[in-house]
C-alpha cells in the first residue's frame, strides 16, 4: 500500500516494495511529466479530490527514489542484498 509520504532515512522493506514505482517516478521526471499527471497515473491517487495530499506524496516518493540511486545506493544495495540472501 502506498504511504503519504515516502519513509526518510535507512533502506525500508517498504523502499524494496515500491522500487517499481520509485523507477517509472525517475523515469516520468526525466520526460517532464508533472506532478499531477504523475500522481494520478503512477501513484494512482485522485488529484482532483486532495491535491495537496497528492502533490506531497509525489515529491517525497520523487526526492526518495532520486535518494535511492544517488545518496542512499550503497545502503540500498546492501540492505535489498541481505533480504534476498536471506529469502534463498
Not at 8 to 14: A, D, H
Request: proline letters at 2%; hydrophobic letters at 45%.
Amino acid at each position: 500500500m502506498l504511504r503519504n509520504v515516502a519513509p526518510s532515512g535507512q533502506v525500508t522493506g517498504y523502499d524494496r516494495q515500491t522500487l517499481p514505482i520509485y523507477a517509472e517516478l525517475l523515469d516520468a521526471d526525466a520526460a517532464g511529466m508533472g506532478w499531477a499527471e504523475g500522481a494520478r497515473l503512477i501513484l494512482g491517487l485522485d488529484v482532483a479530490a486532495d491535491g495537496e495530499t497528492a502533490r506531497k506524496c509525489w515529491e517525497s516518493h520523487l526526492a526518495r527514489a532520486h535518494w535511492i540511486v544517488g545518496e542512499g545506493l550503497g545502503s540500498a544495495l546492501e540492505a535489498f542484498g541481505r533480504k534476498s540472501e536471506q529469502a534463498g
